[in-house]
């Protein structure tokens, strides 16, 4: 089975599906492509749940109708091929549906199923799902098609993982919304409440108006605290409740001044005042209000209250009616309330904030703009004193600091050695973050030169891939700032969602690399050199400079392939291609212009300078031995190259590639093993 030209054609289709629909569209055009490349007569794409002991048919293919159903229909892993395949993390093949193995896998359990296949799905070395198959016939599956798998599940994790967390985010914001609305319930129900408590205050204010007597009565049982001053401020009555919720006995209470016996010192002046309105005029700023204040019981312990009061005369004289009820328990619930709330409101400036990320590090596409957006990120939600983003660079096995933020000298900050060799870092070497919440406590690793001297610094890994790309640094200059579990929770989501987009793009310059990039030689392809060329004399002519162009041949290479056989002619052409390529600038355009042929395109270069370089290259060529083709035979080639200059021989494309073909003819004709112009 041939596939490799459709799995480019997969990768490539993927991502067009990534940035232009939504995650459901992308499953439906992924199953689509599923289905053409393993000829299946019913698929379905599996997504493990959080849980762990179920799954969810995301999107399914069945023969009947030709058509692509979205199910959402949960089912149980246990006795499931997909559940199997969490448990093993292998392929599974069933040859022959008639073993009944796998009951559970319903969507798969047809009368006319004969055989079926479940492939993991890996993202960050976990399995979060699987695509599972069915064929009419027994023994359609093999090996191959486990093969052919491999190569093109990495395409589909990143999109698989990004449903399940769109997933998450939905079901988190379904709990979130109904614990708003509960929360709103309740809030009603606390007016409710407040509002019955101020009716029954009002009536009882009224009947005590009416009747002393009817007073007294009410008051024994009442559950609020009734007390009554004289004019001179003196308690004339003290109910049961109020002995009860001050600690305070009737006999101790009754004669002495209230203000001396309940009111904190502080409150003292202001209730004075107040009072000396009253006694007069029977008016006052809280005369017929209910308001919450402060009060002390005997002993000294404060504790809140509601307090109405009233006046009534009695004998010509103001006195003054107060119902005070212990609100500590609905304060209490009041702070619940509003710690509450605060979370609530936390929580969804949290998930907008997540939400945002999320789709910021979805849209970029370019490396250095998707580390610079998650450090600016990073930096204006957890204020770090310090950052630095370090990346892996894979061909020198270094570590390249991409971003400090303020930009300390790298010789402040990190060990060279630690920068020379990425395996120094522990968390490098585990893919496990690294915190230090007190400096002067916790122990620190070997890697930081940074002199901290209180608070403490994390170093979270950049997984991408499944692999440790670079760690993030944050040092605070401040203690207990990493001590929230929560925070650091935060900062992995964080740093994850960004390695996830990180991951995302490195799969997408993979793909367009592997566009303009000859398979063999790992130089540039002929299409790139034909879009290259075409640029490249666009500028020529904008800035009136020159531009060269070589195309070279091996000499005699098609004896050389009957000679030693072919392997060992793309051994030669990737040992010249290597070169080719240190002979020239970085400036210059090196590919691979077909078979045993190169072309090298140099920028601001004359006709003299491209000649002096082409001879260069050709004696680079004929002087090499090459030892390592053959196995035991020390080897010699040489290579014709035929130079040509624009404008001198050419203004246009075709011109100019002309031009160099007949100068290569030429030094061809003239015995090879030549550099030649036109």
């Known amino acids: 089975m041939d596939i490799n030209a459709d799995i480019k054609g997969l990768a490539s289709r993927i991502q067009k599906a990534v940035a232009t629909y939504p995650i459901p569209e992308v499953f439906h055009e992924i199953s689509r492509e599923l289905k053409e490349i393993f000829r299946a007569d019913r698929l379905c794409l599996v997504l493990i749940r959080e849980d762990k002991h179920s799954a969810i048919d995301y999107f399914v293919y069945t ?61 960050g070395g976990e399995v979060i799902g699987a695509l599972c198959m069915g064929s009419c016939m027994v023994g359609n599956f093999s090996a191959e098609h486990v093969a052919v798998w491999m190569k093109i599940s990495p395409f589909i994790s990143v999109v698989a993982e990004n449903a399940r967390l769109i997933q998450r985010l939905k079901d988190s914001s379904e709990e979130l919304t109904k614990e708003i609305n509960e929360r709103k319930r309740m809030e009603e129900e606390l007016k409710a409440l407040n509002e019955s408590l101020e009716q029954r205050v009002a009536r009882r204010t009224a009947e005590l108006a009416e009747s002393e007597e009817k007073f007294r009565k009410i008051s024994a049982s009442a559950q609020d605290a009734i007390i009554m001053l004289d004019n001179e401020e003196r308690v004339s009555y003290w109910n049961e409740a109020a002995e009860k919720m001050f600690n305070c006995s009737k006999e101790e209470a009754v004669g002495e001044n209230l203000h001396k016996l309940i009111i904190p010192d502080r409150f003292c002046g202001r209730h004075l005042k107040g009072f000396k309105i009253f006694q007069n005029t029977g008016q006052g700023p809280i005369i017929g209000k209910t308001i919450e204040v402060m009060a002390l019981r005997k002993g000294g312990t404060e504790f809140p209250i509601e307090l109405s009061l009233s006046g009534v005369q009695i004998k010509g004289k103001w006195n003054a009616i107060g119902i005070v009820r212990d609100i500590t328990e609905r304060k209490g619930a009041e702070e619940v309330l509003r710690r509450t709330v605060e979370e609530r409101n936390d929580s969804i400036k949290e998930m907008k904030h997540l939400m945002d990320f999320s789709t910021l590090m979805r849209e970029e596409t370019r490396k250095d703009e998707l580390i610079e957006h998650m450090a600016q990120v990073l930096k204006n939600i957890f204020d770090p004193d310090i950052l630095a983003v370090l990346m892996l660079d894979k061909e020198k096995n270094v570590l390249d600091v991409a971003l400090r933020d303020p930009p ?119 299409r790139f050199f034909d879009e290259m060329l075409e640029k490249q004399l666009a500028l020529a002519r904008r800035h009136n400079e020159p531009l060269g162009l070589l195309i070279a041949d091996l000499d005699r290479f098609k004896d050389f392939n009957d000679t030693y056989g072919h392997l060992a002619g793309d051994r030669l052409l990737q040992q010249v291609a290597r070169i080719l390529k240190n002979s020239i600038r970085s400036s210059d355009v090196l590919t691979r212009y077909g078979g045993e042929e190169f072309a090298i395109i140099m920028p601001a270069t004359d006709i003299t300078a491209i000649l002096e370089k082409a001879e260069k290259i050709r004696q680079g060529v004929e002087s090499t031995n090459f030892d390592d083709i053959v196995p035991g035979r020390s080897l010699k080639i040489t290579i014709s190259i035929g130079a040509a200059s624009f404008p001198e021989h050419g203004t246009e494309y075709t011109d100019l590639v002309s031009a160099a073909d007949k100068a290569l003819y030429k030094a061809k004709r003239g015995g090879r093993n030549r550099v030649e112009k036109p």
């Open 408 to 526: 300390i000298p790298v010789d402040e900050l990190i060990r060279a050695e630690t920068i020379l060799d990425p395996s120094l870092c522990r968390v490098m070497r585990t893919g496990h973050e690294h915190i230090v919440r007190d400096i002067n406590r916790d122990p620190s690793c070997s890697c930081l030169l940074y002199k901290i001297e209180r608070g403490g610094y994390v170093c979270f890994p950049i997984i991408a891939g499944g692999a440790t790309a670079g760690v993030v640094l944050m040092i605070k200059k401040r203690e207990d700032h990493w001590g929230s579990e929560e925070r650091l929770r935060l900062v992995s989501t964080y740093v994850g969602m960004a390695a996830a987009a990180l991951h995302r793009v490195q799969l997408m310059d993979i793909t367009r690399r592997a566009a303009v990039t000859d398979a063999l030689t790992g130089v540039y392809n002929r």
């Open 63 to 123: 023969t009947h109708g030709n058509s692509f159903l979205p199910v959402g229909s949960v089912f149980s892993l246990e006795g499931s091929i997909t559940g199997e395949i969490l448990k093993t993390r292998n392929p599974v093949i069933v040859e022959d549906t008639t073993e009944g193995r796998y009951s559970t896998d319903s969507l798969l359990l047809k009368e006319d199923i004969r055989s079926r296949l479940g492939l993991p799905l890996f993202y």
